[in-house]
């Protein structure tokens, strides 16, 4: 069976949009609460829902996850992932280890979970040059080491480094090729 979902996990600011604009592939835009910022276009940025339709379709198990982040839920529903596996065009969607634990269950065979790392300070560093308040970014650095840990369970663990970008661009090339001839399951660390 071949990969549609390929999902980044990792701390805050470890470069998972980064990697994820270097992979190419089309990204799964999901579903929040919040309201749109400035310049995000509904259904490009993400999917400007109600707080009480999100919060029933995760009532109905109709969302395959869902989490709260500074008051706004986040998520991703179950109809649009089924949608894409059945398309069979790999596409790509960051989420937290809550939520690609929660894809990988539902989705194994055609999940290729990609964990992202970078060293704290680097993160740190990213967040305060993003303009972050040193209390949003302790808030979002909080889980580091538990970012970290979950990693464990993904099929590839990029080290996402400064200086380490050209090796993930030949990676991504790589993942990229695999995908397209529709071998990128043995790029699962289950096939290996």
């Known amino acids: 069976m071949s990969i549609s979902l390929v999902v980044l996990q990792g701390p805050s600011a ?3 949009s ?5 992979l190419g592939l089309p990204r799964i835009v999901t579903w929040t609460s919040r309201p749109p ?3 995000e276009v509904d259904g490009t940025d993400y999917f400007f829902k109600s707080r009480s339709e999100m919060e029933l379709l995760y009532e109905r198990e109709q969302m395959v996850e869902m989490t709260e982040y500074h008051g706004n839920l986040y998520g991703t529903p179950l109809q649009l992932i089924e949608d894409i596996v059945r398309g069979g065009l790999p596409r790509s969607v960051i989420l937290d280890k809550a939520g690609a634990g929660r894809l990988r269950e ?15 300070e680097d993160c740190r560093r990213r967040l305060a040059s993003r303009g972050h308040s040193p209390e949003e970014i302790r808030t979002r650095l909080s889980s580091y080491d538990d970012e970290i840990a979950a990693l464990a369970v993904c099929d590839l663990i990029l080290n996402n480094t400064d200086g380490n970008l050209n090796k993930i661009d030949l990676l991504a090339d790589f993942i990229r090729e695999g995908l397209r001839k529709g071998d ?6 289950d096939n290996a």
Do not use: P, Y
Request: proline share 0%.
């Open 14 to 16: 470890s470069g998972k």
């Open 18 to 22: 980064t990697i994820q604009s270097r």
């Open 37 to 39: 910022r400035e310049g």
């Open 106 to 120: 539902l989705f194994r065979d055609r999940t290729l979970l990609i964990g992202v790392k970078s060293d704290q």
């Open 184 to 189: 990128g399951a043995s790029l699962r660390s």
